[in-house]
């Protein structure tokens, strides 16, 4: 099947780069909240977002959580890793933990137990994102 544009395409207007970060529980009812370039935690949120996540925020420490769990795919915790959160599958978790000197990542039997270890990680000061391969003892 074609189809014919009745007009032409002068300009394309392109908006800054957006991230959506949910300020909620994965199992509760999301509070969105959508940051732009301009932003003074852009950067942060950036870096931390990992592939086919949402990012989460909780007491200002951003982590994952998986958009979509595959049946009978493994999921991990990672509370030290080149990202943080829950993610899913195991190749999904060594790309979260791969060059980083101490990773600490664990199987959990769901997202959200996942995603309580995670806070209550959060709420020890345990948790910490590493630059993989930045370690001198590497």
């Known amino acids: 099947m074609s189809m014919t544009i009745p007009f032409g395409i002068e300009r394309v207007f392109t908006s800054p780069q ?4 949910n300020g909620a529980l ?6 969105l909240t959508v940051i732009n370039q301009n932003h003074p935690r852009y950067e ?3 870096r931390s977002l990992a592939d086919k996540s949402v990012l989460h925020v909780y007491k200002a ?7 979509q769990v595959k049946p009978r ?6 509370t030290r890793g080149a990202y943080i959160g829950v993610v899913a599958g195991w190749e999904n978790a060594l790309n979260c933990v791969l060059g980083v000197p101490g990773a600490i990542h664990y199987p959990v039997d769901s ?3 996942g995603e309580e270890k995670i806070i209550n990680a959060i709420d020890e000061g345990c948790i910490e994102m590493v630059e993989p391969w930045a370690s001198p003892d590497l």
């Open 18 to 21: 957006v991230i959506f970060i």
């Open 26 to 31: 994965s199992t509760g009812r999301p509070e």
């Open 44 to 46: 942060n949120a950036a």
């Open 61 to 67: 420490a951003f982590y994952n959580i998986p958009v």
């Open 73 to 78: 795919q493994e999921v991990f915790c990672v």
């Open 111 to 113: 997202i959200a137990i």
